[in-house]
């Protein structure tokens, strides 16, 4: 059964950096694209990052350009998700998710596996 762990939000201020991580068991973590997801109180839950199985391929939202960097350390089965420059509106609680096909994945559906969630609270 696969599993994914997130750790790594917390209260920051505005402009604060953060760092999130999520450790995959269950199955050969080399062979998932992994993505990032949030969801902010009241709304839908949406799309910040994701990078494929050999960490070349990367994209992002619109909203999280520039500041937040994907990444993955498939030696030790993590996704990483280093958000500089954070913002109010950056808060939210975020998930990261497991691809078990091919290519990059942009929305919900296209994963198979998801986490149970970290809050980042981004004070003004």
């Known amino acids: 059964q696969v599993q994914l762990v997130e750790s790594g939000g917390g209260l920051v201020q505005a402009g604060d950096s953060l760092r999130l991580s999520c450790v995959i068991s269950?199955?050969?973590?080399?062979?998932?694209?992994m993505g990032w997801f949030r969801q902010a109180p009241g709304k839908e839950r949406e799309f910040v990052a994701t990078i494929s199985w050999s960490g070349s391929a990367i994209y992002y939202a619109d909203p999280v350009k520039g500041r937040f960097t994907i990444s993955r350390d498939n030696a030790k089965n993590t996704v990483y998700l280093q958000m500089n420059s954070l913002k109010p509106e950056d808060t939210a609680v975020y998930y990261c998710?497991?691809?078990?096909?091919?290519?990059?994945?942009?929305?919900?559906?296209?994963?198979?596996?998801w986490g149970q969630g970290t809050q980042v609270t981004v004070s003004s």
């Open positions: 998710a497991a691809r078990s096909d091919a290519g990059l994945g942009f929305v919900r559906r296209n994963y198979n596996y």
């Open positions: 269950g199955r050969t973590f080399s062979r998932f694209v």
